[in-house]
């Protein structure tokens, strides 16, 4: 694979270089999650067994959709700055929030279901 190298006009670097560190948070957000839910299952492994597998595939499969999100939006973001345009997100975020509270309504169902 080629690396690209652009002009260094204006704020280019700036730019890719924060669209980067994003991509940075998200992944490092995906991660923990990925690994709550491992934990998650680990930790309820002798009770209640079936609550702490659906808590750990939540929180899994939530992270590997954020990391998902997060591999798209930067390729779009970076293409779009390379144009001079920035897009905005707005249903990402939105599907993000939601898929978190989803898994946050099935973590407290978890824990009240196990005390």
Do not use: C
């Not at 929180?59 to 990391?67: M, N, V, Y």
């Not at 998902?68 to 973001?77: C, E, H, K, Q």
């Not at 001079?84 to 169902?109: D, K, T, Y």
């Amino acid at each position: 694979m080629a690396l690209e190298v652009v002009e260094n006009r204006g704020s280019t670097a700036r730019d890719h270089l924060a669209n980067e560190r994003t991509f940075l948070a998200w992944v490092r957000t995906a991660l923990g999650l990925v690994g709550l839910g491992v934990l998650l299952e680990r930790l309820g492994a002798g009770s209640n067994q079936g609550i702490a597998v659906a808590a750990g595939v939540g929180f899994i499969s939530f992270g590997g959709l954020t990391l998902i999100y997060a591999v798209s939006r930067y390729l779009w973001v970076a293409k779009n700055l390379e144009r001079g345009m920035f897009p905005v997100a707005i249903r990402g975020p939105i599907v993000i929030a939601f898929g978190a509270l989803l898994v946050a309504a099935g973590a407290m169902l978890y824990v009240l279901l196990l005390h």
